[in-house]
């Protein structure tokens, strides 16, 4: 299809563009409160799995401290988090700088979210179909419910995003997106529960 191909990508790259230098003010002083608040670094960076289950370095703002403990391992996520940090997550903040992997071309506007590369082995055939397509900074289970809907039905959604990629489908989603987070529903959580609760849907 002419529009999944080469009208997606160019949008992507547009509208990635436009998000960058409009909200460049917002994202420098998040970056300054961030080094004030949680120190160095203000990034991070992790390898998520993106088109064709290539790896990329996936960057958000950080939110959480590297608080660590007499071995120097890192704590778990619970005691590390902020109400600084989410408030980011809250507002979406923190997900600003992977605007630059949309530029890059790692990801798309619209498209299922990317996750972790230990899942890999945990999907079945029908949950791999996701990674036919980019990964994206909003998706339908985005503005669906989010963290209100189970894993399943969450790679269900990304698997059905892969299938029928059309103009309007994305439309659909980038007004619902701004709708959330303008309401702030539901806002992604990265914890170690969250994390847990994929690895036991899969595993299932």
């Given at each position: 299809m002419i529009y999944s191909r080469y009208i997606k990508r160019l949008l992507s790259i547009i509208f990635s563009l436009i998000i960058i230098i409009v909200l460049s003010p917002i994202m420098l002083i998040t970056a300054l409160l961030i080094r004030i608040k949680l120190g160095?670094?203000?990034m991070f960076v992790q390898e998520r799995i993106g088109y064709r289950e290539k790896p990329f370095k996936l960057r958000k703002f950080r939110t959480m401290t590297d608080k660590r403990d007499e071995k120097g391992n890192l704590l778990p996520d619970k005691e590390r988090k902020t109400?600084?940090?989410?408030?980011?997550?809250k507002t979406s903040l923190d997900e600003l700088p992977s605007m630059?992997?949309?530029?890059?071309?790692?990801?798309?506007?619209?498209?299922?979210?990317?996750?972790?590369?230990a899942y890999l082995d945990l999907y079945n055939e029908e949950q791999h179909k996701r990674h036919n397509v980019r990964p994206g900074f909003t998706c339908i289970a985005s503005v669906e419910g989010r963290n209100s809907i189970p894993?399943?039905?969450?790679?269900?959604?990304d698997t059905y995003y892969a299938e029928h990629v059309s103009f309007l489908l994305d439309v659909k989603?980038?007004?619902?997106?701004?709708?959330?987070?303008l309401l702030r529903k539901g806002a992604p959580d990265a914890s170690e529960s969250s994390r847990e609760s994929i690895y036991t849907a899969l595993k299932k």
């Open positions: 160095s670094p203000v109400k600084f940090g989410n408030i980011l997550r630059i992997n949309v530029l890059k071309g790692d990801m798309a506007i619209i498209g299922p979210r990317p996750l972790l590369p894993w399943v039905e969450r790679l269900k959604m989603i980038a007004f619902k997106t701004i709708g959330v987070v």
